[in-house]
């Protein structure tokens, strides 16, 4: 009899330290008293709302991550001016750029697509710091070409452009690259498939002048990525992203009082 006291004591302090052990146990015996079938149901419905938000989560990171379209090239490629027709339509007097600019681009389509367009500066002491700085948020790269002296800078371009292809994130990402074969109002100007022709055997110059140089300062041609097929001549199809030649002229064949020549770079830009 001298025991009970100390025992109810203890059930006492069991029941105080433990408060939820009782809805515990009767939602053990609940799940115990349900139909299998139920449970599996159960299971599967959580399962499907995991996957689902981890999914979502997903596109919308990515959606956030490549929102950007870039205008990259040479200096007096005409990116800044493209640029302004682009946002509004207008001829816009323009200088070298030494810093970018960005706006909210509306792309001409059904879905009614916005991206920020990023126009990066041209100029070799900058380019290098402002692709690093925006090539992640890249969904598209439209690289400006001068048509009209394009013979002379097919070096500088070609070098720009695997300077470009080259990189790891770019190359991983794999942003739709949109060459613009800009001023195409002067009669000089080059048509967008000798500017490829020409791109292709410049650049497969480049990769093997590259990958010797490499070789002889480690040993290894791997330090960086290889552009195209190993083995076989360079060409822009070979690359994993979506690659796309076209003419175009943001001055436009009446000057400054015309509207520009932008229909098929607006076009592409539609369907990113």
Not at 213 to 226: E, F, M, P, Y
Not at 239 to 264: N, Q
Request: hydrophobic share 45%; charged share 25%; aromatic share 6%.
């Amino acid at each position: 009899m001298a025991t009970e006291p100390g025992i109810n004591m203890e059930a006492k302090i069991d029941a105080r330290e433990n408060p939820f052990e009782p809805y515990l146990d009767a939602l053990k015996k609940v799940l115990e008293d349900q139909d299998p079938i139920f449970m599996i149901g159960i299971v599967v419905s959580l399962a499907v709302v995991v996957i689902t938000v981890v999914f979502l989560k997903y596109l919308l990171s990515r959606k956030t991550v490549q929102s950007a379209v870039l205008l990259v090239g040479l200096c007096d490629s005409g990116k800044t001016l493209l640029f302004s027709r682009l946002l509004s339509g207008k001829f816009k007097k323009t200088q070298t750029s030494i810093t970018d600019s960005s706006a909210p681009y509306k792309a001409k389509n059904e879905r009614g697509s916005s991206w920020i367009l990023i126009d990066l500066p041209g100029h070799d002491s900058l380019r290098p710091q402002y692709v690093e700085k925006f090539k992640s948020a890249a969904r598209a790269m439209v690289f400006v070409v001068d048509s009209a002296i394009f013979q002379k800078e097919v070096r500088d371009v070609a070098e720009f452009l695997y300077f470009l292809l080259t990189d790891s994130v770019v190359s991983r990402n794999v942003p739709s690259l949109i060459v613009a074969c800009n001023k195409q109002d002067i009669t000089m100007a080059k048509s967008a498939k000798l500017i490829r022709q020409q791109l292709e055997k410049e650049m497969n110059t480049l990769r093997v002048t590259r990958s010797a140089a490499l070789s002889a300062q480690d040993g290894s041609a791997g330090a960086s990525v290889h552009l195209g097929k190993k083995g076989k001549d360079f060409e822009f199809s070979q690359l994993p992203m979506k690659v796309e030649f076209l003419e175009c002229s943001a001055r436009g064949s009446k000057g400054e009082d015309g509207e520009a020549d932008i229909a098929s770079l607006e076009k592409s830009l539609a369907l990113l």
